[in-house]
């Protein structure tokens, strides 16, 4: 059964506030939205990574209209609610993160995050000053919604080449005073570090599973405070991997033994069936 935007925002939101920690799964197509779907899972988000690379590019090489026409496929194939990666608003001003929050939302989104990297390579991250006011811009946007949005905002340090926690944690509590929803630091190098963040903040904890050695299970991360999990593009490049492999085995020895490891045609069309 399909869902309004309302009623799926209302569920997402009512996600952050269980007393367990859920896992919100990253789908790039319709077709891998559906299968998560299938499986159980309570909520879909979008990646950068996988939606730039679907297109046959690099993460933070696709445009703000392309970002959203794959969001729109996402959204359209299930009744789950879907929170988009929307990179660091697709600009530097606060016009035109505003902009892109109700674009999010014309296209169906309940969530999305916005991150503070600047996309410099000389200064990759925004002044602090800045970074709160693009966050207070989007949160403001998000209220004058119908429908409650959650706003998640990014201190992206870690995944470019600044390891300072401290800063990280300054950084998210500016943006929790600016009115984001969920706060949100990838790359955090190990538990201690997420304990310490989920200690600074009161508003709910995602954690970004998908870096080798800096992935920990469920059940620590509820045990640090995390309060949602996201797979980033593991997913896709587990998806990958299997394509690779199964084409190598193809190219390179002329066997087919993937087809053995493979879901069948019966199978994959059970999680590709038409919602009602």
């Known amino acids: 059964m ?9 569920r997402f939101a009512a996600l952050h506030g269980q007393p367990r920690a859920f896992v919100i799964a990253n789908a790039w197509d319709a077709g891998s939205a559906r299968l998560l779907a299938g499986l ?11 939606s730039a690379a679907v297109l046959g590019r690099r993460d933070g090489r696709i445009t703000r209209e392309d970002s959203l026409a794959l969001v729109r496929a996402v959204v359209e194939a299930t009744a789950l609610p879907v929170s988009a990666d929307l990179e660091n608003g697709f600009g ?47 949160a403001e946007a998000a209220r004058a919604l ?44 190990d538990l201690p570090s997420v304990r310490a963040v989920c200690a600074a903040l009161s508003r709910p904890v ?26 980033a593009t593991s997913l896709y490049r587990a998806a990958m991997t299997g394509l690779l492999e199964a084409a190598r085995e193809v190219r390179e020895n002329g066997r087919f033994g993937y087809l053995d490891r ?12 038409e919602e009602r």
């Open 92 to 138: 530097p001003s606060t016009q035109t993160v505003t902009e892109t929050i109700r674009m999010a939302a014309e296209a169906g989104l309940v969530g999305g995050s916005i991150e503070d990297f600047s996309g410099d390579k000389e200064q990759p991250i925004y002044d602090l000053g800045h970074a709160a006011e693009r966050i207070a811009a989007a």
């Open 206 to 231: 995602n954690f970004m599973a998908g870096i080798r050695g800096r992935s920990f299970d469920l059940a620590a991360l509820e045990a640090a405070g995390v309060r949602r999990v996201s797979l």
């Open 262 to 273: 493979s879901l069948t045609t019966a199978e994959l069309n059970a999680f590709l069936r």
């Open 40 to 50: 159980g899972f309570d909520a879909l988000a979008t990646s950068s990574g996988a």
């Open 146 to 189: 119908p429908f409650r949005f959650t706003l998640t905002a990014r201190a992206e340090n870690f995944l470019h080449g600044r390891a300072d926690l401290d800063d990280t944690i300054r950084r998210l509590q500016a943006y929790e005073r600016a009115g984001a929803d969920v706060l949100f630091a990838p790359g955090l190098p």
């Open 2 to 10: 399909k869902l309004d935007s309302a009623d799926k925002a209302e």
